[in-house]
């Protein structure tokens, strides 16, 4: 199922990520695809760097493909159209990290979540049967192994 959020605008500042899977997690959390709920997100598709919800966003979600096994996102990263000489140090942060992830020198992706139905399993972790999703973030180690950049 593939949800599509906005339009996609300037193809160069797109990344395709994969923000989760059903694999368990370093701290053996597992997360069930098919029980996290889009709606809250859908309202506020934001990507965030590192989690940090005190800071604006770095970018958007465009679409979410969601698979039995994972999730899969479009990003669009912000890219201020101004001349670069006007730039704030949040535009050039941006460009940075857009840079970062499309030459391979930062890959990993996480998300978080508002838990509503889970379990412990035999990995040390919880089994995350049912959930909201609340954001998507770059982060420079992701908590799944295979929460990277395409």
């Not at 959930?131 to 950049?149: G, H, Q, Y």
């Amino acid at each position: 199922m593939i949800l599509q959020i906005s339009e996609i605008q300037n193809k160069d500042n797109i990344i395709e990520v994969v923000c989760s899977t059903s694999k368990p997690d370093f701290k053996g959390d597992r997360i069930y695809i098919q029980g996290l709920d889009f709606t809250r997100y859908m309202k506020n598709p934001v990507f965030l760097l590192e989690h940090n919800k005190k800071r604006l966003p770095i970018g958007k979600t465009i679409a979410l493909d969601v698979q039995p096994d994972k999730l899969i996102a479009k990003v669009e990263f912000w890219v201020n159209p101004q001349p670069v000489e006007t730039w704030s140090e949040l535009d050039k942060e941006c460009h940075s990290i857009l840079e970062m992830y499309k030459s391979g020198f930062m890959k990993g992706i996480s998300l978080s979540t508002n838990d509503l139905e889970y379990y412990t399993n035999s990995f040390g972790g919880e089994d995350i049967i049912k959930a909201e999703l609340i954001e998507i973030s770059a982060v420079t180690i992701p908590m799944n192994e295979d929460c990277l950049k395409k």
